[in-house]
C-alpha cells in the first residue's frame, strides 16, 4: 500500500528539449561552455553523480550561467574522472 503518493501533471510538455553536456573537473577550472544557450533556473548539475544544490546553506550561489552558454562555478569542481560533470539542461 502506498501512502502519501502525490500525482504530477503537466499542463504541457510539448517543444521540451532535454540535453546533456559532461565535462572534466580539474579543480582548477571554474568556466565551462555550454552546448545550448540556457539559464541558471534550467540546468541540473552532478558532478561523480552527487546532484549539486545550485546555492550553499548560507544562500550563495554555487555556480551561474552567464552569457546564455558560460556555466560559472563559484568554487573550481574537483579533480574528476573523465566527463565526471554532467549539466542537465531543459527547456
Same mark, same amino acid.
Given at each position: 500500500t502506498r501512502t502519501g503518493a502525490q500525482e504530477i501533471? $503537466?499542463? #504541457?510538455a510539448a517543444g521540451t528539449t532535454v540535453s546533456k553536456d559532461q565535462f572534466t573537473? %580539474?579543480?582548477?577550472?571554474t568556466a565551462f561552455t555550454l552546448s545550448t544557450s540556457t539559464s541558471t533556473?534550467?540546468?541540473?548539475? $552532478?558532478? #561523480?553523480?552527487?546532484?549539486?544544490?545550485?546555492?550553499n546553506s548560507g544562500g550563495?550561489? %554555487?555556480?551561474?550561467?552567464?552569457?546564455g552558454t558560460?556555466?560559472?562555478?563559484t568554487a573550481a569542481p574537483p579533480t574528476t574522472a573523465a566527463n565526471g560533470i554532467e549539466v542537465v539542461i531543459t527547456q
Open positions: 501533471t $503537466f499542463a #504541457s573537473g %580539474n579543480n582548477s577550472t533556473d534550467n540546468i541540473n548539475i $552532478f558532478i #561523480s553523480g552527487v546532484y549539486q544544490n545550485s546555492k550563495t550561489p %554555487n555556480y551561474a550561467v552567464t552569457s558560460t556555466l560559472t562555478f
